[in-house]
């Protein structure tokens, strides 16, 4: 396992070589801290051992979409995955290259075609007939050829949460086999269309790799069959799904992963492409957060933080754990757990029960929500009148704000009353 960019010296939590207490004071709490250290080894990692096949790694911009991260990701040799026109004015913002950009998600409006075959990405993938059927006259209308490939559903059970399972029957994601031939002679039809490949994503936060295997070797039979017809296959993106372990968890060496890849695919001659987004980010960020208050209770310690779901929402969506580490060093003596909670009004705003926590935690005391780099900040919401919070990149002993608080009076600059609202006040 390599060693964590989070780390204690002198008995405080820093980021690479900065404390996090450091941040705090100057920009007060809450805040994601994002390592640029941890982004660029996570790439590394992933791309080394496809580093013999024809790979691209195109990161989930969704995972976290901010521009710094971004770059830093596009500066390691990164394309994009975008879900909507707005992830792709980000990928393009953040210095990702078109030719390196693919597009994802089951329902791409004319907008999003129009902005795809305008900025010349590299692949559409196409989740249904009538999706195709809109980017075939989107494309003729602008007068483009729209490189396409199809996102295969192979009905295998991912093994990971509902939430994010996403290649089974039954869920809105990608094309079931039985109406791949359908597809493939409307796009083969669609004279503004040119067949790419094929793609697939079957789920997030996958722990266990045999969901992969599978869903691969079904993605390789349709190879075989294709082949078989003439049609040739340029192009295999393997969507993203690599899972990371939170909060103690243990889970096989990517090597594993890469290894069955190379078993699976590695022979059939056509470029591969992954999404990796939680891979590249989750462990990359932590979310630091001041206790507001202890609240002893006959049967259980509250502690009361000024982070809350709309800053997190992953324990509150997906039964989410994350490690919760003290800035100041742990004095681990707890007998019981206490419950870090949100002081959002929703009995799901907690953080989860925890045991590795200083005994003495008192209001004022910081504390580091771990591996929160993914599905973190990207979800973030003003929720119960809340500031967003802001999210510093730190590199080396250097930081710098990446996304600034957005305060409330700022946020309400957004609204408007209408004028026949305003009911004029008596003299
Ligand atoms: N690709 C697609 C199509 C997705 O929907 C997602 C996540 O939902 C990803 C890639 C990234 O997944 P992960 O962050 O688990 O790697």
């Not at 950009?101 to 075609?113: C, L």
């Not at 003729?140 to 729209?146: H, P």
């Amino acid at each position: 396992m390599t060693k964590s960019v989070y780390a204690y010296r002198n008995g405080v939590l820093c980021a690479e070589a900065l404390p996090l207490a450091e941040i705090a004071e100057e920009i007060d709490t809450p805040f994601y801290c994002v390592s640029a250290k941890q982004l660029q080894r996570n790439y590394r990692l992933f791309a080394k051992p496809f580093a013999d096949l024809n790979a691209t790694i195109h990161y989930a911009v969704k995972a976290n979409a901010n521009l710094a991260v971004i770059r830093i990701l596009a500066e390691c040799g990164a394309g994009a995955d975008v879900t909507s026109a707005g992830e792709l004015e980000r990928a393009l913002a953040g210095g990702v290259a078109p030719q390196k950009i693919v597009f994802s998600g089951v329902g791409k409006t004319r907008d999003d075609i129009a902005a795809a075959l305008l900025a010349g990405i590299l692949q559409i993938n196409a989740e249904s007939l009538p999706e195709l059927r809109l980017i075939n006259h989107v494309a003729g209308a602008l007068g483009k050829e729209a490189p396409v490939s199809l996102r295969l559903n192979p009905d295998v059970d991912a093994k990971t949460h509902a939430k994010i399972s996403t290649g089974h029957k039954g869920v809105k994601f990608g094309i079931g086999l039985e109406q791949m031939g359908e597809a493939l002679a409307l796009l083969l039809a669609s004279p503004h269309c040119v067949f790419k490949g094929l793609t697939m994503h079957v789920g997030s936060m996958l722990k266990d790799y045999e969901p992969f295997r599978l869903a691969y070797q079904r993605l390789a039979d349709v190879v075989g069959l294709l082949r078989a017809q003439g049609l040739e296959v340029e192009r295999l993106d393997l969507g993203g799904g690599v899972g990371i372990p939170y909060d103690g968890q243990t889970l096989a060496p990517f090597a594993d992963y890469a290894a069955m890849v190379h078993e699976v695919l590695g022979s059939l001659g056509c470029a591969l492409s992954f999404e990796p987004g939680r891979k590249l980010v989750g462990d990359a960020a932590v979310l630091v957060t001041r206790v507001v208050h202890v609240k002893e209770t006959d049967n259980k310690t509250f502690i009361i933080v000024d982070a809350g779901m709309n800053d997190l929402v992953r324990p509150a969506l997906y039964g989410a754990r994350h490690e919760i580490l003290s800035v100041r060093q742990n004095i681990i003596g707890l007998t019981a757990p206490v419950s870090v909670v949100g002081p959002v009004c929703e009995t799901s705003d907690s953080f989860g029960d925890h045991f590795m926590l200083p005994d003495q935690l008192k209001a004022g005391d910081l504390l580091a929500i771990m591996q929160a780099g993914a599905y973190a900040s990207a979800m973030a919401s003003t929720y119960n009148g809340r500031p967003l919070i802001p999210e510093v990149l730190v590199s080396g002993a250097r930081h710098a704000i990446i996304r600034r608080r957005i305060a409330v009076a700022e946020q309400m600059g957004w609204e408007s009353i209408p004028d026949w609202m305003v009911i004029p006040r008596a003299a």
